[in-house]
């Protein structure tokens, strides 16, 4: 079982190794790394996520491009706590340091890359069991409402040149956010159960470009999750997730910029690592199986993220 | 065992932190680092479009072929053709669109097209630079929403519309052009069967028939990226045929339906402007031969590509050259010109007259 935990560390620290110098694109996976768990009362579930995300793929709408010419990574490290105020009532924070890295093969096969690193953005989140499992009954509906802090940096320039918008490690705009979670487990001792989760992010303007004139706007961004978790005796559970992600193109003067904004279906299959009852990991991998994109995108072709939890019951601790 | 797994834990979490402070809020690039950091255009007006260095791929010598044969062009398709030795070649927009710069020879002419897909601009860059010959490249830059192309040879950057080198070892060079003309595939294919036109096998994957831009072309309230001056006299996407000449710069709008001569004066130099709405043309001469005879102009409607005559009955064709008289073979001496989006122009030029 330690060789077993000891490959998939080594797995996921020897990629990080080798791509520690290169970075990422499209913005930190806030919304999607939101942990799916609502809480328990008096107990702090603290969680470490690192998400290697690699955009090689080239889609013109749900066209595939073959196009080998330009590469985006973006790796981001995310911070996530979680505190049961009471039964029903959680608040969570999620705080990320993102790099990022886009490669161009260029002319005469010469590699440009430009690299960022940074803070990323934060979320503050409120969360409320409208249900709540028990014995007899094991599911669990949560909802919440939070807050996007841009603590990221939106003006990180190259030689004094503002970059774009998704080479910036943080987004510049205060965005509003709900979320919803629900679970299902099925007694008296069936090993499946079922999860599901909607994200939902309101995004607002920022001034990109200087002058308090010109506001730009992502797009919002909506994610539908939902799966199946399959329990064992052993370290290991598992889980198989289907994703649904669709962002609005962004605005800039009130128009729709070109190129940006669509549609991803995901599959996520995951492992559960449980070293202890308070300590629990997952490896899991976000593989794209259907894009729709606007205009021609260079779009994720694969993420795999590792997480690593620990919960303590500070009530009792004190 | 739990005091393993927390060891591991704290190391992960350390190993994130580690690597941001190596390099905190900070970027680097090798795209900009071997230039010295002078700009001639304020840095704080220079936008990275997105792509990067070379993410829009210029063309070196792309496949051609002749006009009779091409099927993937509209009558109303706009593209940019040169004459040179005699040699008509033709680079439509759709190809630009996506590649901005197409490197090219013609004999001893060595050339690039650059075209701004988001100015509309289209300009044609000597590629012999102090001697020595290079090709351009896209360098992921934009200043007034401008395409900033670089030279291989000294990776300098310039400005596209400024027509200058504005950072890099040849700053302060001014680019040397060709003339080209921009106008309809529809008035071209006809009467220039044999000319070499651009296909779509480029050897990148792109859907040639779909701008990439969306509506922008027509869309009068959509910039990309701020420009640093206003100019309301005219609707921002109209184009207009600028011209920039001993210092002083001077638009014109395609202002008659049918084909007419506009006579005019820009930087002391006299020149005519031929133009026409229905037709989609607008171009400049100066009213002088190559070799010095000075000519009197007149409009020859309905003959194109013949489009002007004068007192010697000499007849030229839209590239200014004699086609036909005592002088055939002979070329009206350029201007310096190019069309662009009306905002474009007059962000670059905003002390521009307009007629």
Request: glycine fraction near 8%; include cysteine; aromatic fraction near 12%.
């Amino acid at each position: 079982m330690k060789k077993i935990i000891i490959f998939i560390l080594l797995l996921v620290l020897v990629n990080g190794e080798k791509y520690a110098q290169a970075c990422c694109s499209s913005g930190t996976p806030l919304l999607g790394s939101l942990e799916m768990s609502s809480g328990s009362s008096g107990v702090l579930q603290l969680g470490l996520t690192y998400d290697y995300n690699s955009l090689q793929s080239v889609y013109e709408g749900s066209r595939f491009l073959n196009d080998q010419t330009r590469e985006r990574l973006t790796q981001s490290a995310l911070f996530e706590i979680t505190y049961g105020l009471s039964n029903r009532w959680a608040i969570t924070g999620l705080f990320s340091f993102v790099n990022q890295n886009r490669t161009i093969n260029s002319f005469n096969n010469q590699t440009n890359e430009v690299s960022t690193n940074g803070l990323g953005d934060a979320v503050f989140l409120l969360k409320y069991k409208l249900v709540q499992p028990n014995i007899i009954n094991q599911t669990e509906l949560a909802v919440g409402g939070g807050l996007k802090v841009p603590t990221g940096k939106a003006d990180i320039k190259n030689n004094g040149i503002l970059l774009p918008a998704d080479l910036q490690s943080g987004s510049g705009s205060y965005d509003v956010l709900f979320w919803a979670y629900y679970s299902k487990g099925f007694i008296p001792d069936s090993p499946i159960s079922i999860l599901a989760n909607v994200s939902y992010k309101i995004n607002s303007s920022y001034d990109r470009f200087g002058g308090n004139v010109q506001a730009y706007k992502f797009g919002n961004e909506l994610i539908l999750s939902s799966g199946l978790g399959y329990r064992t005796d052993t370290l290991f559970d598992f889980s198989l997730l289907v994703r649904f992600r669709n962002t609005a193109m962004d605005v800039f003067n009130d128009q729709n910029i070109p190129n940006t904004g669509g549609s991803w279906l995901y599959v996520i299959p995951g492992v559960n690592l449980k070293f202890t009852d308070h300590f629990t990991g997952r490896l899991s991998s976000q593989l794209p199986v259907y894009r729709d994109l606007q205009g021609t995108q260079l779009t994720t072709t694969y993420t795999i993220s590792f997480s690593l939890f620990y919960s303590v019951s500070l009530s009792n601790s004190f | 065992m739990f005091r393993k797994y927390l060891a591991i834990t704290l190391i992960l979490f350390l190993l994130p932190v580690w690597w941001g402070c190596e390099e905190s809020e900070s970027s680097s690039s090798p795209d900009l680092s071997d230039n010295p950091p002078e700009w001639l255009i304020p840095t704080n007006e220079i936008f990275d479009g997105g792509p990067g260095k070379d993410g829009i791929p210029a063309l070196t010598t792309p496949e051609m072929a002749n006009a009779g044969t091409i099927s993937y062009l509209n009558d109303n398709d706009l593209v940019i053709a040169t004459k040179l030795d005699g040699e008509v070649r033709i680079y439509p927009h759709k190809i630009l669109d996506w590649h901005e710069i197409i490197n090219d020879v013609i004999n001893d002419h060595r050339f690039a097209i650059t075209y701004c897909p988001l100015t509309g601009s289209g300009i044609s860059y000597d590629r012999v630079l102090n001697g020595r010959v290079t090709t351009f490249g896209v360098s992921g830059l934009l200043y007034n929403t401008n395409l900033i192309p670089y030279d291989r040879a000294t990776n300098s950057n310039w400005s596209q519309m400024k027509m200058m080198s504005v950072n890099g070892d040849l700053i302060g060079q001014t680019a040397d052009t060709f003339p080209i003309i921009e106008t309809t595939w529809g008035n071209l294919k006809s009467f220039y069967t044999e000319a070499k036109v651009v296909t779509t096998n480029t050897g990148h994957s792109r859907n040639y028939n779909r701008f990439p831009y969306g509506d922008y072309k027509t869309n009068h309230n959509f910039l990309l990226f701020p420009v640093s001056h206003k100019d309301d006299r005219l609707p921002r996407k109209e184009r207009v045929l600028g011209i920039f000449h001993n210092g002083v710069a001077k638009a014109f709008r395609f202002s008659s339906n049918t084909l007419s001569l506009i006579e005019s004066n820009v930087g002391g130099t006299n020149i005519v402007v031929v133009v026409s709405k229905n037709d989609n043309l607008i171009m400049a001469y100066q009213p002088e031969l190559v070799n010095g005879e000075k000519v009197s102009l007149s409009v020859d409607n309905n003959s194109l590509p013949v489009i002007m005559k004068d007192e010697n009955n000499n007849e030229y064709d839209i590239f200014g050259t004699v086609v036909s008289g005592p002088a055939e073979g002979e070329r009206l001496k350029s201007v310096t010109q190019f069309i662009a989006y009306w905002f474009a122009w007059a962000a670059f030029y905003p002390e521009t007259s307009l007629q």
